[in-house]
């Protein structure tokens, strides 16, 4: 396994998984009112949770576009299923959310999945 890659895509995962938490949390505070178009705009552009969100997002993204740039898709894209383990993870811990046993276990097939997907090996085109 290149470890390399893997971090590299561990840290596009970590942000990306902070931007939804950050998202989430941040979005707990809009009320039925949000559905109004104009308010929903307000109380984004007012709200520092979701600014922090949307720079993670873009951090996130610059990073992704160096890691597509360095490795194969099919190589690299696999691994960001973990982003569900985290931000499923994250829910639970920082938001006090809650997860049915069955989501756990969808969690664990994923992580069975994505472990097999990262130690297959995939060819590059060019």
């Known amino acids: 396994m290149d470890w390399s890659r893997l971090l590299e895509v561990l840290v596009v995962v970590v942000f990306t998984s902070a931007g939804q938490l950050l998202l989430r949390a941040g979005a707990r505070g809009l009320s039925e009112a949000g559905a109004n178009l104009s308010s929903l705009i307000t109380y984004v552009l007012q709200t ?62 994923i992580c069975f999945g994505t472990v097999l997907l990262a130690m297959t090996p995939v060819q590059s085109s060019s």
């Open 48 to 109: 520092p949770l979701l600014w922090l969100a949307v720079a993670l997002y873009g951090v996130s993204t610059l990073l992704w576009i160096r890691v597509l740039s360095r490795y194969p898709v099919g190589s690299v894209y696999p691994m960001v299923a973990i982003g569900y383990v985290l931000v499923t993870t994250g829910g639970v811990l920082f938001l006090g959310e809650k997860v049915p046993l069955q989501g756990w276990i969808a969690l664990a097939v």
